[in-house]
């Protein structure tokens, strides 16, 4: 295990509400990492199953735990909370249903120590395929064309830039890391590093994967903050409401049964 007072010490960011069926994959994971210098921050929403119950048996075996449930507004506010109380030199969030390979942490501090970024990105499994890039000549597209990759497991970023650019905004509710990513990008003070390796899995079932049109609406409004053409990000969010229409309309017949 690598564990040294040179490395950059590292927070595992996780905001988690009845996941009691998931989260103990995402414990073996961060038990099983071959990198030591490191915290896992769990941030519970006052879960009503066995949730915290769990996390209170994990961390008579696992010091690296630390927990707290308590009310909060949503999955990026507990994000922030989390990541106020972390430690850690860098952090990477982690959903409940996610998994680091074993190396994975050993994989971003080598990175960290390498190339001096504030944020490292790196390739993860989503079902089935490796994905991940970075292509800011992209920015106009969005978010997700720039950042190939996943926000949760596949990307770590030094804890202080929320110091310079503020915390994950409440403005987004499914998008706020995409907010966040392109103010980064926007500064053009960031730096981003491309790593080469699969840092772990990422469970794709989150909201955003299911409400098609809010992500639309939010995706138009970070364009609108972060690119300098509103009449090209207008028609953008147009055409792609258009295509995307039929997927959107049953998307709200559903929402609407009784």
């Not at 390498?114 to 597209?141: C, I, N, R, T, Y």
């Not at 364009?223 to 055409?239: D, H, I, N, V, Y």
Request: proline share 2%.
């Amino acid at each position: 295990m690598i564990h040294s007072d040179r490395e950059p010490r590292l927070s595992v960011i996780t905001a988690t509400r009845n996941v009691a069926s998931t989260i103990a994959r995402l414990h073996a994971s961060l038990a099983a990492q071959r990198y030591g210098n490191f915290e896992w921050i769990v941030m519970d929403g006052l879960s009503s199953d066995s949730t915290v119950t769990q996390l209170g048996r994990f961390a008579e075996t696992s010091p690296w735990l630390k927990f707290v449930s308590e009310s909060d507004f949503g999955l990026y506010h507990a994000l922030n909370k989390a990541i106020a109380l972390a430690t850690g030199d860098y952090y990477v969030v982690a959903g409940a249903d996610d998994a680091f390979d074993a190396d994975a942490l050993a994989n971003y501090a080598a990175a960290c120590i390498k190339e001096d970024s504030d944020v490292v990105l790196a390739d993860v499994m989503k079902q089935g395929k490796a994905v991940g890039g970075f292509h800011p000549e992209k920015a106009w597209l969005g978010h997700a064309r720039v950042f190939a990759g996943s926000h949760s497991v596949g990307m770590l970023f030094r804890r202080n830039l929320h110091d310079r650019f503020g915390f994950y905004s409440r403005r987004f509710p499914l998008l706020a890391d995409g907010y966040f990513l392109k103010t980064l990008l926007a500064s053009k003070s960031v730096r981003f590093a491309r790593a080469d390796f699969v840092a772990g899995t990422f469970a794709d079932g989150g909201l955003s994967s299911v409400n098609k049109l809010q992500v639309l609406a939010e995706t138009w409004q970070i364009q609108m903050l972060t690119e300098k053409s509103a009449l090209l990000q207008t028609m953008l969010f147009l055409g792609k409401l258009l295509v995307r229409y039929p997927a959107v309309k049953r998307e709200l017949l559903r929402s609407n049964k009784p």
